[in-house]
């Protein structure tokens, strides 16, 4: 009886393994770092060896497994089951990596590969915050802003696999490059790197201000984290308040030109920034109910994803067993 | 045998009706000017008179109709047949009007309403530039500017039928406060009364420009209408052609984050402003093509509709006689 299955998350410091009984529960899992995958035959190998790993831990084989999924971060063709890009891992550049035909002749398994935020987003529809919408946004907001649509209760692909890229969409009219060849990105914006940039640049402006987030600043290794404007930001630090209300107003009005376009029912909010809770969320909510059109937000609810790190795992088990529609 | 079915469409000028044969051509039409739909009951007198006019010129009676589909310039419940809101129509705010069973009961036939941007997007799609399209967004250029979605080979409506209105994404961040609430709207930039305004704005600071422009508002009743700008750019005027390029990279920018976000293999643009063809259809293709994810542009086809002012007949024919998906 194929009872269970398992999700594999691939991230840019590990890949995450977990055997997913038929309740859904996380029952053994693994981590592989990120040295131990440098290259396709590399990845292959790992990923046999701690699944082998994980079936002789759990007493189960081969034959007790539905099926495996597997997210990537980057450019997927779902399909096929090819790697077509991955941009932020060394090694894996430029090729057409046939992941999903190299790990079923080695495992003798099903195996179904996506993107993570596609993977993200089947995790919080079918089991997390989104757990029985019909039209849904998932959002992830961290280094990289990715987006995941679920459009008359169908994950929604696109014409060559590539929807979702919310991250992408233009907030400023030609305003900042973005590594993607638009100009003014959400993304760049409201990603990592973005909110530590505009936080430095505000602390070098007004030098009587921000006390806290500089106090933090110093002690920890004078390296200035999402962590910290976050950190200060819960002690009350004006700069870090500001920072995430703009990070919010920013996302806000990318969201209701979408809430315009798609009119979901909901729209779940994960990734690091998230963690942020209303000091992002507000803003967020805010500016959507003020500027989207009230007819297309008459249900509409934003709300936090609810599956944390684990959501890779989730996603993936339950792509790999056959769950996507 | 029901080989007939019967498309209404009406617009703020005037209501067209056309019977139309199994082949899809509109073998009788007729117009009802806009002083005959003052208001609801207006409507469904000169509607039903209308009807009963083409039955007995075409020698056809309700038996031979399929359905009835009827496009409305407002906001549509398609589901249950009613009219929430047509804006632009004095006499019909702010009421509940029940238009598919008050016209049911009256002919005896089916009936289907929808907003007019669906109703071009089924005819489109159907029998215009986006036959055989999966995944398609239809554009509409005029007072103001709509979108149909066509997403998984089905109409895509979103969760309170509102999904499409991409004239309402924002184009600048906090711009210009628009009708609906929002600020910034493509629409407020690329709708016809803007680009009016924008011409008029550029000819008052350029005074030695837009020589034909200008020549052309002279002998026009000295009242500047987007036609007069797009004579002026045939004819070679510099403003002229200055504000068709600066109108496409506008819409092109937005079109840039839909395909990135909803990746369709084709956008279909009609109306008014469409018909300016390569002056507006250039930039945006050449905005497109610069700023979108070349993945997501891979398959890509920006064109112009291409069934016109009958498009509202046709879809709303299409619709009514049970095309929609």
Not at 7 to 30: E, F, H, P
Not at 40 to 47: M, N, T
Not at 157 to 186: D, K, Q, V, W
Not at 212 to 226: A, G, V
Request: proline content about 4%; charged content about 20%.
């Amino acid at each position: 009886m194929k009872s269970y299955s398992i999700g594999i998350d691939m991230g840019a410091t590990s890949i995450k393994l977990g055997l997913v009984d038929a309740s859904q529960t996380i029952v053994n899992r693994k981590n592989i770092p990120v040295d131990h995958y440098q290259s396709p035959e590399e990845f292959f190998s790992a990923v046999e060896r701690t699944v082998r790993n994980i079936f002789e831990e759990s007493a189960v084989c081969a034959e007790d497994i539905s099926g495996i999924g597997i997210g990537l971060p980057g450019c997927v063709d779902s399909v096929n089951g090819v790697v077509r890009d991955l941009t932020n891992m060394q090694g894996w550049r430029g090729e057409n990596i046939p992941i999903a035909a190299t790990i079923r002749e080695r495992l003798g398994i099903s195996i179904r590969i996506d993107n993570d935020v596609n993977i993200m987003t089947i995790a919080e529809w079918h089991i997390g915050a989104g757990k029985g919408c019909k039209n849904l946004i998932c959002c992830t907001l961290g280094t990289g802003v990715g987006g995941g649509l679920v459009l008359d209760g169908k994950l929604y692909r696109g014409s060559t696999l590539t929807a979702g890229e919310i991250g992408h969409i233009p907030l400023f009219y030609m305003g900042e490059p973005c590594n993607c060849g638009n100009r003014g990105c959400l993304e760049r914006y409201v990603g990592n790197a973005a909110i530590v940039a505009r936080t430095l640049c505000i602390l070098q402006e007004r030098p009587n201000e921000g006390l806290i987030i500089r106090q933090l600043i110093e002690s920890e290794d004078k390296q200035l984290t999402p962590k910290i404007i976050f950190d200060a930001a819960q002690k009350g630090d004006s700069v870090a308040c500001e920072i995430f209300r703009t990070t919010g107003e920013y996302i806000g009005v990318i969201f209701s030109g979408l809430v315009n376009t798609l009119n979901p029912e909901k729209i779940v909010v994960g990734g690091g920034v998230a963690n942020a809770g209303n000091l992002v969320f507000d803003p967020i909510r805010e500016t959507v109910s003020r500027y989207a059109m009230p007819v297309a937000t008459e249900k509409l609810q934003i709300v936090p994803a609810t599956l944390g790190d684990d959501a890779g795992i989730h996603g993936a088990a339950l792509y790999g067993s056959g769950h996507d529609v």
